[in-house]
């Protein structure tokens, strides 16, 4: 069950930032982009958690990485508002969990750099894929 394994999956997050010496927002959402967990470290700010729900809410729904997400919609000429849903997000650290081509979950982190965010949720991602 991806619940009981999103707790692992935050856990080795959070230990992996504050061995870098960093504070993050870390979600996780289910295929349907429901929230199934979340973590905001002590000093991460609040607006942190949003944008980290935000881009494990897209990368489940869109079945892809938010980076990906956002060269689509480059790409595309479009606008995210195209869509029809707010809650999406382009923003980089939002990487989609798939087991078998089958979307599974969607990891949102925030408060590194965007290419750092990526590789903390590609950490909890590759966890997620194990279990």
Not at 3 to 10: K, M, T, V, W, Y
């Amino acid at each position: 069950m991806i619940e009981r394994a999103a707790f692992a999956a935050i856990e080795l997050i959070v230990a992996a930032a504050h061995e870098a010496g960093f504070v993050v927002a870390v979600a996780i959402a289910d295929a349907h982009g429901d929230l199934v967990a979340a973590y905001r470290m002590e000093h991460a700010r609040p607006r942190w958690m949003r944008a980290s729900l935000r881009k494990a809410y897209t990368a489940a729904v869109m079945d892809r990485d938010t980076d990906a997400f956002h060269d689509e919609i480059v790409a595309r000429n479009l606008q995210i508002a195209s869509y029809g849903d707010p809650m999406l997000t382009a923003l980089p650290g939002g990487i989609v969990v798939a087991r078998d081509g089958v979307t599974v979950a969607g990891i949102g982190v925030t408060g590194r750099t965007t290419g750092r965010d990526a590789e903390l949720a590609r950490a909890g991602a590759a966890l997620l894929q194990q279990r």
